[in-house]
């Protein structure tokens, strides 16, 4: 690394402490406003606004009623063929079991056909009436099975965990925030084919409007494990909480990138979560300490398989991950849209490595609607004693770059505090923005204090 030479000899520079041990990376809060931390959070809710969030704590879903859709998703496979696969009898017949479901439960249900080898697919969209339509917070599972068998864990156990999901919405007659859409996709198995045919077919606007997507894919596994994914901070984090409220560790979901239908809605930067128990990958002994079960076992010996019935299920995995998505529902669903003028901030201190390479700390950032705007306020609060090292980047969510400031040696003077005037205005506002901080030179050494984006 070229040390920068221009300035004072570097034996008069001061040296810097040891930069304590910090986070590197997002860490965000979860704050009743968005999903992400919001400068100046608000003050402990007064004890009326506390029992209102009480009373809007998502009920226990029934177990039962999980598994009768999950009899009934079998019962249809076992007549039409032994599956439920895209363009096969048995996914309309599923189509068809769960667009009845939701017409009675007063949702307004969309079929949106697609063609994928040859056949035609379905997607099944049901929207719960009211809520803010441009604050929309999707939840979704594949309905369709491989051709080798009645999917009943895969997906079948998403497909059952999501419809549930949106039937306790209807007897509750939940009044959310925000506007809520629930999503069975055609043709997973193909491919995310009907996930990316509903991405692709959204206008710009219509993707901007979409505050979050949550994704069940097998979460009843018979050996199950406890995956969370990690694409978004907030979501994650709001999954990975409510497993710690019932005292079960979960781990990241690592080999799902781009591998079910949340990968359309990351790719349209559009903030994505989900659960998963595994599918093929082998239960180490680490895990089925934490988890029970079997080490040294698929977490579903029925992956893609003939066997994958309704004897392919995990109950307890089943019922817990269907309350889970009820809480994230009735969590994010309900929260406060983030009024005009939000701060977004990110408070975690981030390392700058010596003369050496870049680091970045991200803001996701959800419940905007359209583009980023012109005068998007940037406050940067980097602690370093020579701020001539330093290169700091604004990343908009589809990583185009925006220079906030550039090296210049011989500015010897302490920390960057300041607020810079970025023109977002070609920017979706929505996603993951980042700020990059590079030392450019050896010696004198800081890291990230904090930064936010005010809209
Ligand atoms: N591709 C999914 C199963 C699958 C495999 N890895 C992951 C990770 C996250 C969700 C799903 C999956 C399928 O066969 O439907
Ligand atoms: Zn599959
Ligand atoms: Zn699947
Ligand atoms: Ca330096």
């Known amino acids: 690394m070229t040390s920068y030479q221009a300035g004072p000899p570097r034996s008069f520079r001061r040296r810097t402490a040891t930069v304590a041990a910090v986070a590197v990376g997002a860490l965000l809060a979860v704050t009743p406003a968005s999903y992400g931390s919001t400068a100046g959070a608000p003050a402990a809710p007064a004890p009326a606004a506390a029992a209102q969030a009480a009373a809007l704590a998502a009920p226990d879903i029934p177990l039962a009623n999980v598994k009768a859709h999950l009899t009934q998703f079998q019962s249809i496979a076992t007549a039409n063929g032994g599956n439920r696969a895209h363009g096969r009898a048995g996914y309309k017949a599923s189509v068809d079991y769960v667009k009845a479901k939701l017409d009675a439960a007063g949702f307004t249900t969309t079929v949106q056909q697609f063609t994928s080898s040859g056949a035609t697919g379905y997607n099944l969209i049901a929207d719960w009436p009211g809520g803010d339509t441009s604050q929309v917070l999707m939840a979704g599972a594949h309905l369709d099975s491989v051709s080798s068998g009645a999917g009943i864990n895969d997906n079948g156990s998403g497909s059952a965990g999501v419809l549930e999901t949106a039937l306790a919405v209807s007897r509750a007659q939940l009044q959310p925030t925000k506007h809520l859409r629930f999503a069975w996709w055609g043709a997973e198995e193909l491919g995310m084919v009907g996930s990316k ?33 990690d694409d978004n901070a907030a979501l994650e984090k709001v999954f990975k909480d409510w497993y710690a409220g019932i005292g079960v560790p979960t781990e990241i979901e690592t080999e799902g990138d781009g591998r079910s239908d949340h990968a359309p809605f990351k790719s349209a930067g559009i903030p994505v979560g989900g659960l998963f128990t595994g599918a093929s990958s082998v239960k180490t002994s680490a895990q089925a300490t934490k988890w029970g079960g079997t080490a040294g076992q698929a977490f579903d010996r029925c992956y893609h398989s003939s066997c994958d019935s309704t004897t392919n299920i995990n109950d307890t995995a089943l019922d817990r991950n269907t309350d889970a998505l009820a809480h994230a529902v009735w969590t994010l669903g309900t929260q406060a849209t983030p009024p005009p003028g939000t701060t977004f901030e990110n408070t975690a201190d981030v390392a700058i490595p010596d003369g050496g390479a870049a680091v970045t700390s991200t803001i996701a950032v959800t419940g905007r609607t359209g583009n980023a705007p012109s ?18 980047d604004l990343l908009a969510p589809d990583g185009t770059a925006y220079r906030l400031k550039s090296s210049s040696g011989s500015d010897s003077a302490d920390n960057v505090i300041a607020t810079y005037t970025v023109n977002a205005s070609t920017e979706t506002a929505n996603g993951s923005w980042r700020l990059r901080v590079q030392d450019v030179a050896a010696q004198d050494t800081g890291y990230i204090d904090s930064w936010k984006l005010t809209f």
Not at 201 to 224: E, F, K, Q
Not at 375 to 392: A, M, P, Y
């Open 197 to 229: 045919y509903y991405v692709n077919s959204l206008t710009s606007t219509d993707r901007s409007r979409i505050a979050g997507y949550l994704n069940l894919d097998m979460i009843a596994s018979p050996n199950p494990g406890y995956f969370v994914y």
């Open 375 to 392: 005068t998007l306020q940037v406050g940067v609060d980097i602690k370093h004693t020579w701020r001539g090292d330093l290169v700091v």
